[in-house]
């Protein structure tokens, strides 16, 4: 009898750490039965895309979790960031537990309510998943948890972000690209504050906005305020943005913190140049050559001028993207770590 895996998931929402547990679903369908529980909401059409089964939860009360857990009988539950894994904790619920954090928010470096909570919840974990060294080493208890702890870089498939980049013909061409929740920690206004400088060298330059989020108003007056009308698209969100993507020139990411950075890779491997912010994982994905590390507006104004007006250099970033997007795309390695992990 195959082992029972349920992965449990806070947000309703399609973004970063639903594909991921979405990729490990699809990949050891074979080796395990899996199961995806999280609220009711836009989630469930992309789970009924990729056939995979679902647990609509009407509470994250961890009493409420252990009457689903009962009744489901997992051998292991796979929680994906901090809230689902700190209320598995508290549910009590009799098996082994795989904590999987996929962000490094500020708090976690610091010694606060937060950190404490997720701190005493994780004697109950078996497994720590970081998606990076960088949020590992960030981690205000990570010494003390340095046992359970292990990296599991996000894998990119990159035969399907290339199949699915042309399932669609689209017209338009754009400049600067942004994907990613209209969040603060993606900070899509810095985005647009970038865009309006840039604009003062390139007057027409063009721009996409793809992302929904509790910014998605500001970003909309902030358009207005800075007189880009004309300049920026905001399309929301996209369950298959590769398309578009891939007639995009360059990617900008000036979030506030990151896990990861799963779109960077994803950008990479369509041959777009990446400028982001130097949090979390983007700092081991941006290097050599394919895109650039921006401390403040000013660098990544720079950057964005330089690659869409010099085409030679354009083309270096451009190649060096391909091949570094590689490093994230070995699927069997990638696959043999989480069996380790579940099996251990």
């Known amino acids: 009898m195959k082992k029972r895996i349920l992965h449990l998931v806070y947000s309703n929402i399609y973004s970063g750490a639903e594909n991921v547990a979405i990729n490990i679903i699809n990949t050891l369908s074979e080796e395990y039965e899996l199961i995806y529980a999280s609220p009711e909401g836009p989630i469930e059409s992309i789970l009924l895309s990729n056939n995979i089964r679902h647990i609509p939860l009407k509470s994250f009360n961890p009493l409420y979790l252990n009457s689903i ?82 990296v599991l870089p996000n894998i990119v498939n990159i035969e399907r972000i290339i199949r699915a980049s042309n399932s669609e013909i689209i017209d338009n061409n754009f400049d600067i690209g942004f994907i990613g929740r209209l969040t603060e920690q993606k900070d899509p206004l810095r985005f647009l504050e970038i865009v309006s400088e840039v604009k003062k060298k390139i007057p027409n330059i063009k721009v996409v906005l793809i992302g929904d989020g509790e910014l998605k108003v500001k970003c909309k007056e902030a358009i207005d305020r800075l007189n880009l009308q004309k300049n920026v698209q905001m399309l929301g969100f996209k369950s298959n943005p590769f398309p578009i993507l891939k007639k995009t020139k360059i990617l900008l990411m000036p979030s506030k913190w990151e896990g990861f950075g799963l779109v960077a890779v994803e950008s990479m491997a369509l041959g777009i140049p990446v400028f982001a912010s130097p949090v979390g994982g983007l700092n081991g994905i941006i290097n050599n050559g394919c895109g650039e590390l921006c401390e403040s507006n000013e660098d990544f104004i720079e950057q964005a001028i330089k690659s869409l007006l010099e085409p030679q250099y354009y083309s270096f970033l451009s190649k060096n993207c391909r091949k570094n997007a590689l490093n994230f795309g070995n699927i069997d390695i990638w696959k043999n770590k989480i069996i380790n992990l579940y099996e251990v």
Do not use: G
């Open 69 to 150: 857990f009962r009744k489901w009988k997992p051998d292991i539950i796979h929680t994906h960031d901090f809230r689902a894994s700190i209320n598995t904790s508290l549910s009590l619920y009799p098996c082994r537990i795989i904590s999987h954090l996929h962000n490094n928010p500020s708090w976690i470096r610091k010694i606060n309510l937060y950190s404490i909570c997720y701190a005493i919840s994780s004697l109950a974990y078996n497994k720590i998943i970081t998606v990076s060294s960088e949020v590992l080493s960030e981690a205000i208890f990570s010494k003390m948890l340095s046992e359970k702890y292990t």
